[in-house]
């Protein structure tokens, strides 16, 4: 859904450098998600945050990954000292967190396609 | 552990006739029940959402079916179409579950 903006699209690194993944959510929603999908592999789930509180981290790696949603600004998703299986397309999603059994729905971004080399 | 399951990685099926996607879940926390479909290169675009008060949900030609007691859901395309071809996720959440956990995927190839 183009309401979620994520950039940039495309990110290459070299092995031992940081990544910064930003994610704008839809308007109104206070809601993200990160995923993360390897090369032949589904969705797996990472982090849940909202507004400067992270709810759910029990899908980051334990080492070298975090991730925050500031009060002003976009959710980043930050790998330090990237290495070659951090490859991966890199998914937000938003939603509004509230009233889901009336039809709120957590909308994707188009993703960030992390390489390392 | 997989709380969400897609046990069929692909699925190939003539243009005109029915697509069914299967998907079971483990755990009892989850009341709400989501299908996304991807095309490649892109993000999940939501398609059809059931909640558990519900067994069935239509809209349009997709039709997703839940079966509480055997933590069973479908979802069917009717009739199936070469545009439909994509990976379809199933996923859930729950009022005190609020993540929301996807399952592998399912690629869907309509043969025109």
């Known amino acids: 859904n183009a309401g979620v903006m994520q950039n940039p699209r495309h990110l290459v690194r070299r092995r031992g450098q940081e990544a910064r993944l930003r994610c704008s959510p839809m308007?109104?929603?206070?809601?993200v998600y990160w995923y993360r999908q390897l090369p032949e592999e589904g969705l797996k789930f990472m982090v849940y945050?909202?507004?400067?509180?992270?709810?759910?981290e029990s899908g980051m790696p334990k080492e070298r990954f975090s991730a925050e949603f500031p009060k002003e600004g976009p959710s980043i998703l930050r790998i330090q000292q990237v290495v070659r299986g951090d490859s991966a397309a890199y998914f937000c999603?938003?939603?509004?967190?509230?009233?889901?059994?009336?039809?709120?729905?957590?909308?994707f971004g188009q993703g960030t396609r992390l390489t390392v080399v | 552990d997989q709380q969400v399951k897609q046990n069929s990685p692909s699925l190939s099926v003539q243009e005109g006739r029915i697509s069914i996607l299967n998907c079971d879940y483990t755990n009892s926390m989850f009341d709400y029940f989501l299908w996304y479909k991807k095309y490649p290169a892109e993000g999940p675009t939501f398609l059809i959402s059931i909640s558990s008060i519900k067994d069935k949900n239509e809209d349009g030609r997709f039709t997703v079916f839940l079966n509480k007691s055997a933590k069973h859901l479908s979802l069917h395309i009717v009739p199936s179409q070469p545009g439909d071809s994509a990976v379809y996720f199933c996923?859930?959440?729950?009022?005190?579950?609020?993540?929301?956990?996807f399952g592998p995927g399912t690629s869907l190839s309509v043969i025109p």
């Open positions: 308007k109104g929603h206070s809601h």
């Open positions: 945050l909202q507004k400067e509180n992270i709810i759910d």
């Open positions: 996923a859930a959440s729950g009022a005190s579950y609020d993540k929301v956990i």
């Open positions: 999603a938003s939603s509004q967190g509230t009233g889901r059994l009336s039809g709120t729905e957590a909308f």
